[in-house]
């Protein structure tokens, strides 16, 4: 089953290319990137601060952020369309 057509769609694939949600990450982005593409809400301080310590800079951190919070939330998109009549 594919998601139905919408309105949106040429939208969502432009965002889909300026997040580049397939980008790589360093390997110690692993579990911080896992709890924003499962928990963003759990994510704190600390945990940007642990990578910052690690010597990532701010922008990388957010370019890493960015990208798998929106491939996570496109992923639910396409969930959510598929179900719909």
């Known amino acids: 089953m594919s998601a139905p057509d ?3 769609d040429e ?3 432009r965002l889909r290319e300026a ?3 397939g980008r790589e990450a360093p390997a110690d982005f692993g579990p911080y990137l896992d709890k924003v ?3 963003a809400y759990r994510t ?3 945990d940007v601060q642990a990578l910052k310590d690690a010597g990532h800079s701010e922008d990388e951190i957010f370019e890493q952020t960015v990208s798998v919070a929106v491939a996570a939330g ?3 998109l396409v969930t959510g369309l598929e179900v719909l009549p």
């Open 19 to 21: 997040a580049d949600p």
């Open 37 to 39: 593409r499962r928990h």
């Open 11 to 13: 939208l969502v694939a």
């Open 74 to 76: 496109l992923e639910r």
């Open 6 to 8: 919408t309105r949106y």
């Open 44 to 46: 704190t301080d600390a």
